[in-house]
């Protein structure tokens, strides 16, 4: 019995080792293995044409029809032609030109947050960053969650299913949701093939009914005449109706979405043969083109659908419950091209919907690692894709729930994620423009920056369940950040060690004897200073006038940053003494990652000598973890012990 017991242990032992092995598959190269349409290619990867990444960044954009006329004809009324004539206005002459301009500042697929990060620095910078992250993050699930919940209703509403799912909308939602995780844990391969044959179909399918319904429009006046007396009576004048399509527009803003996505695919874009990689002007042209035909296709799409389902569907057939909530075109290709096209209609919608959902998950798993790893504030395990897949859907899951599958109920904190995305692009390329010295420009886009933040601030306040739903997951972020950036804070921190050759000579003249350093906080560097200093350091540890000994001195960059790459200079003060001097983020790791670095070279233990600081040491942990620097020698000796478990090897640490 003894026997099988411990059978069974090992066995159970050896299953949760694979377990874990596979959660954590490519752990270690995480940044060669981005899954998803915004991975950075291989070099040795050509590129595809810019027609297809347009596809690619398509699935999510173009399949905002499945429910945008909706959204508008159940926020708009009869007005939803000319509020969507209002969009496709600003879409074209606000958040094109701005895209455009992104592509060109931003190339390599960091959008308009690189663009922004660049401006700020320190801590400030970084809580910015993470805000944008928990916006894009709102997008980004929002996208997923709307996405499976419309595919949902397009499923429930087809007469093939005569209702049997009627009720059953949230469950429905969470299989889909939990099949698109189940893509990601099995792992997903972005096929650009796939993208362009679902929206070509999808598409197509489009026009025919967009046709076939405008030509119904067409044969029967009436209707018309009917809508034009329904605007008349309902708004009176042309300008009131101009100005109350204005008022609406906010809430339309679900047809902005894609342009971020547009800009973040831009690695996926074939260049010119002579393309560099600080400047890649093929890719950005493509982007250019992508963008621009992304948007005009898009646009005519939305008026026409936005025309035809407002003249040929009853309104209350928008309301939730009604056979046209969140998949107004999908009623009329039933009602005029029959159940069987109708059919082929809802699952060339469901499937384009449930790819947008990938799509977005895809985004996530790339865009966070892009930053929270470069901040020290993701655990190790985030930089593996399955996990991080596991926490995205079960997150979806809580929307999902809270929103019981609801398309327009998660219309408002799509649109703010959206809306605060496009915002700070106008803000970051009216800065790029000034910056520039283009007056003309910084004008044009200031003019731009504030439609979007007056178009952000209404639906804000139309529909504030939004920004709340972007606060939770900005409070979150923040919070798991620093949660993981205070648990990961003795790690080493430094990626590579450099010596100068003069701190080279330094170290290696030191070779032969007892390696001694001494840790010194610049000031006056003067005399008095290195002479007080060196007394001190021998008689509180009671060292020999003969022993050898060099000053390390380390001075705190930006101590936001987290890892970062060491250079030793060395140098010769008042003619007799030797210091090293290093800039780091951190003192306590940079001193830690430069013993080890002079141990390996010498193949002896370094030691090094501090005094103890003055104080409350919880005031100086607050003091390294968000200064860099603090209760230097404890921290020190902790980072070694961590990046050294054992003893004999590790480099010694004196304080006095």
Same mark, same amino acid.
């Given at each position: 019995?003894?026997?099988?017991?411990?059978?069974?242990?090992?066995?159970?032992?050896?299953?949760?080792?694979?377990?874990?092995?596979?959660?954590?598959?490519?752990?270690?190269?995480?940044?060669?293995?981005?899954?998803?349409?915004?991975?950075?290619?291989?070099?040795?990867?050509?590129?595809?044409?810019?027609?297809?990444?347009?596809?690619?960044?398509?699935?999510?954009?173009?399949?905002?029809?499945?429910?945008?006329?909706?959204?508008?004809?159940?926020?708009?009324?009869?007005?939803?032609?000319?509020?969507?004539?209002?969009?496709?206005?600003?879409?074209?002459?606000?958040?094109?030109?701005?895209?455009?301009?992104?592509?060109?500042?931003?190339?390599?697929?960091?959008?308009?947050?690189?663009?922004?990060?660049?401006?700020?620095?320190?801590?400030?910078?970084?809580?910015?960053?993470?805000?944008?992250?928990?916006?894009?993050?709102?997008?980004?699930?929002?996208?997923?969650?709307?996405?499976?919940?419309?595919?949902?209703?397009?499923?429930?509403?087809?007469?093939?299913?005569?209702?049997?799912?009627?009720?059953?909308?949230?469950?429905?939602?969470?299989?889909?949701?939990?099949?698109?995780?189940?893509?990601?844990?099995?792992?997903?391969?972005?096929?650009?093939?796939?993208?362009?044959?679902?929206?070509?179909?999808?598409?197509?399918?489009?026009?025919?009914?967009?046709?076939?319904?405008? %030509?119904?429009?067409?044969?029967?006046?009436?209707?018309?005449?009917?809508?034009?007396?329904?605007?008349?009576? %309902?708004?009176?004048?042309?300008?009131?109706?101009?100005?109350?399509?204005?008022?609406?527009?906010?809430?339309?803003?679900?047809?902005?979405?894609?342009?971020?996505?547009?800009?973040?695919?831009?690695?996926?874009?074939?260049?010119?043969?002579?393309?560099?990689?600080?400047?890649?002007?093929?890719?950005?042209?493509?982007?250019?083109?992508?963008?621009?035909?992304?948007?005009?296709?898009?646009?005519?799409?939305?008026?026409?659908?936005?025309?035809?389902?407002?003249?040929?569907?009853?309104?209350?057939?928008?309301?939730?419950?009604?056979?046209?909530?969140?998949?107004?075109?999908?009623?009329?290709?039933?009602?005029?091209?029959?159940?069987?096209?109708?059919?082929?209609?809802?699952?060339?919608?469901?499937?384009?919907?449930?790819?947008?959902?990938?799509?977005?998950?895809?985004?996530?798993?790339?865009?966070?690692?892009?930053?929270?790893?470069?901040?020290?504030?993701?655990?190790?395990?985030?930089?593996?894709?399955?996990?991080?897949?596991?926490?995205?859907?079960?997150?979806?899951?809580?929307?999902?729930?809270?929103?019981?599958?609801?398309?327009?109920?998660?219309?408002?904190?799509?649109?703010?994620?959206?809306?605060?995305?496009?915002?700070?692009?106008?803000?970051?390329?009216?800065?790029?423009?000034?910056?520039?010295?283009?007056?003309?420009?910084?004008?044009?886009?200031?003019?731009?920056?504030?439609?979007?933040?007056?178009?952000?601030?209404?639906?804000?306040?139309?529909?504030?369940?939004?920004?709340?739903?972007?606060?939770?997951?900005?409070?979150?972020?923040?919070?798991?950040?620093?949660?993981?950036?205070?648990?990961?804070?003795?790690?080493?921190?430094?990626?590579?060690? %450099?010596?100068?050759?003069?701190?080279?000579?330094?170290?290696?003249?030191?070779?032969?004897?007892?390696?001694?350093?001494?840790?010194?906080?610049?000031?006056?560097?003067?005399?008095?200073?290195?002479?007080?200093?060196?007394?001190?350091?021998?008689?509180?540890?009671?060292?020999?006038?003969?022993?050898?000994?060099?000053?390390?001195?380390?001075?705190?960059?930006?101590?936001?940053?987290? %890892?970062?790459?060491?250079?030793?200079?060395?140098?010769?003060?008042?003619?007799?003494?030797?210091?090293?001097?290093?800039?780091?983020?951190?003192?306590?790791?940079?001193?830690?990652?430069?013993?080890?670095?002079?141990?390996?070279?010498?193949?002896?233990?370094?030691?090094?000598?501090?005094?103890?600081?003055?104080?409350?040491?919880?005031?100086?942990?607050?003091?390294?973890?968000?200064?860099?620097?603090?209760?230097?020698?404890?921290?020190?000796?902790?980072?070694?012990?961590?990046?050294?478990?054992?003893?004999?090897?590790?480099?010694?640490?004196?304080?006095?």
């Amino acid at each position: 019995m003894a026997s099988s017991a411990r059978a069974g242990t090992d066995a159970g032992g050896r299953m949760r080792r694979r377990l874990r092995a596979w959660m954590l598959e490519g752990l270690a190269d995480m940044a060669k293995q981005q899954p998803g349409p915004h991975a950075q290619l291989p070099p040795e990867h050509p590129g595809r044409p810019w027609w297809k990444v347009m596809c690619l960044t398509g699935v999510d954009y173009f399949s905002t029809l499945g429910y945008q006329p909706g959204i508008a004809a159940l926020a708009a009324g009869v007005l939803s032609p000319i509020a969507t004539l209002v969009l496709v206005l600003v879409t074209v002459t606000c958040a094109l030109p701005v895209y455009r301009r992104v592509a060109a500042e931003s190339p390599h697929g960091m959008g308009s947050i690189a663009m922004l990060e660049r401006l700020l620095s320190f801590w400030q910078g970084k809580l910015f960053v993470l805000a944008l992250l928990g916006f894009a993050a709102t997008d980004f699930l929002i996208t997923i969650t709307l996405s499976a919940a419309d595919a949902t209703a397009h499923l429930v509403e087809n007469p093939n299913v005569d209702g049997a799912l009627r009720g059953h909308e949230v469950p429905v939602t969470l299989v889909l949701i939990a099949l698109l995780g189940a893509v990601f844990l099995k792992g997903f391969t972005e096929a650009i093939g796939l993208a362009v044959a679902l929206v070509g179909i999808y598409l197509t399918l489009n026009l025919v009914v967009v046709v076939v319904a405008l %030509e119904h429009v067409l044969t029967h006046p009436t209707v018309v005449s009917d809508w034009t007396r329904a605007l008349t009576a %309902e708004h009176g004048n042309p300008l009131v109706m101009i100005g109350l399509a204005l008022i609406v527009f906010p809430k339309l803003a679900l047809g902005l979405s894609g342009f971020e996505t547009g800009v973040a695919v831009m690695p996926h874009i074939e260049g010119d043969p002579g393309d560099t990689e600080e400047r890649p002007v093929g890719r950005i042209r493509g982007a250019r083109k992508l963008l621009t035909t992304a948007a005009l296709i898009m646009c005519v799409f939305l008026i026409a659908s936005s025309f035809v389902t407002t003249l040929l569907i009853p309104h209350h057939e928008f309301e939730p419950g009604g056979r046209a909530s969140g998949r107004a075109l999908a009623y009329l290709a039933h009602e005029y091209l029959g159940n069987g096209f109708g059919t082929v209609y809802d699952i060339s919608t469901i499937v384009i919907l449930w790819f947008a959902g990938a799509s977005a998950m895809a985004g996530l798993l790339n865009l966070m690692p892009r930053y929270l790893p470069r901040y020290g504030m993701a655990p190790h395990w985030a930089r593996a894709v399955r996990p991080t897949v596991l926490v995205f859907t079960l997150v979806a899951f809580l929307v999902t729930w809270i929103f019981r599958a609801n398309v327009d109920a998660q219309g408002g904190a799509y649109a703010t994620g959206v809306l605060v995305l496009i915002s700070s692009a106008a803000i970051a390329v009216t800065i790029a423009a000034h910056r520039a010295g283009q007056r003309h420009w910084t004008v044009a886009f200031a003019v731009m920056a504030a439609v979007f933040v007056y178009t952000t601030g209404a639906n804000v306040v139309e529909r504030p369940d939004g920004v709340k739903i972007g606060a939770c997951f900005i409070a979150g972020i923040v919070g798991l950040s620093l949660m993981s950036r205070a648990a990961r804070a003795f790690e080493l921190r430094v990626s590579h060690v %450099e010596l100068d050759p003069l701190a080279e000579r330094f170290v290696r003249d030191m070779a032969h004897r007892t390696i001694r350093f001494i840790a010194n906080e610049p000031d006056r560097r003067d005399l008095a200073e290195y002479r007080d200093k060196l007394q001190q350091i021998r008689a509180d540890n009671d060292l020999p006038p003969e022993e050898d000994l060099i000053f390390v001195e380390v001075t705190v960059s930006d101590p936001s940053e987290f %890892e970062t790459e060491l250079r030793v200079c060395g140098e010769v003060l008042h003619g007799r003494y030797r210091v090293l001097t290093l800039v780091s983020s951190s003192v306590p790791n940079a001193l830690a990652a430069m013993l080890l670095h002079v141990r390996d070279l010498t193949g002896q233990r370094p030691h090094i000598y501090f005094e103890w600081t003055e104080g409350n040491p919880i005031a100086h942990f607050l003091r390294f973890f968000l200064f860099g620097h603090g209760e230097v020698a404890p921290v020190t000796r902790e980072v070694l012990r961590e990046a050294e478990p054992d003893r004999a090897r590790r480099p010694h640490v004196h304080v006095g």
